[in-house]
Nanobody, 122 residues
Framework: VQLQASGGGFVQAGGSLRLSCAAS????????MGWFRQAPEKDREFVGA????????YYADSVKGRSAISRENAKNTVYLQMNSLKPEDTAVYYC????????????????WGQGTQVTVSS
């Protein structure tokens, strides 16, 4: 399994970004695709996830209502749309994959992309 995250950048507070995670290596039906982020000197934290099979989504309270995760089966790609961005959203964002049931724990995810930097200025 290979995951390639992209779409990060520099944005002003209140702006939007869409991150992409291109997945390859096997069919992903049955997998959960997660998004995590890690700010400097902080632990990696859960942002959200999506069941590849049925599209059910899950979100951390910190981004709920401001973010949306979706998938595009034809491109084997998962998206994280983030709106109303805040300086505290600044972090490296990672996509990850796990087989089976949803989890918000990073240790449950076996496969990780390389991360993409999101910087939100005030």
């Amino acid at each position: 399994v290979q995951l390639q995250a992209s779409g990060g950048g520099f944005v002003q507070a209140g702006g939007s970004l869409r991150l992409s995670c291109a997945a390859s290596g096997r069919p992903f039906s049955g997998y959960v695709m997660g998004w995590f982020r890690q700010a400097p000197e902080k632990d990696r934290e859960f942002v959200g996830a999506i069941n590849w099979s049925d599209g059910k989504t899950y979100y951390a309270d910190s981004v709920k209502g401001r973010s949306a995760i979706s998938r595009e089966n034809a491109k084997n790609t998962v998206y994280l749309q983030m709106n109303s961005l805040k300086p505290e959203d600044t972090a490296v964002y990672y996509c990850a994959a796990k087989w089976g049931m949803y989890s918000s724990q990073s240790s449950a995810y076996a496969y990780w992309g390389q991360g993409t930097q999101v910087t939100v200025s005030s």
